[in-house]
């Protein structure tokens, strides 16, 4: 099982920026994924941004790519999502994700509000 525990989110104004927080309790190179996902209302969720360990690949959606920054620190085994130029559209709950031996987990979900 995988534990993961996010913090970081609040509210902002447009064009502000947020850093978001995913603390697993399992090194990340364990892991088969590692990244972000978000659901604002009325929308199913969707993919943010992604990191392959085994390739050490990252994907972003095109909607945050440029904006967005997934990094790692290793010896935390924490990921993080640095939110530069926040947008209205970007408001929605922000939740990790880890898969493991083809389940997936998930975090608590963090709330992030971009105000106009």
């Known amino acids: 099982q995988v534990q993961l525990v996010e913090s970081g989110g609040g509210l902002v104004q447009a064009g502000g920026s947020l850093r978001l927080s995913c603390a697993a309790s399992r090194n990340i190179f364990s892991l088969n994924t590692m990244g972000w996902y978000r659901q604002a209302p009325g929308n199913e969720r969707e993919l943010v941004a992604r990191f392959i360990p085994s390739i050490s690949n990252t994907n972003y959606a095109d909607s945050v790519k440029g904006r967005f920054t997934l990094s790692r620190d290793i010896a935390k085994n924490t990921v993080y999502l640095q939110m530069n130029s926040l947008k209205p559209e970007d408001k929605a709950v922000y939740y990790c994700?880890?898969?493991?031996?083809?389940?997936?987990?998930w975090g608590q979900g963090t709330q992030v509000t971009v105000s106009s």
């Open positions: 994700r880890a898969k493991y031996i083809e389940t997936d987990y």
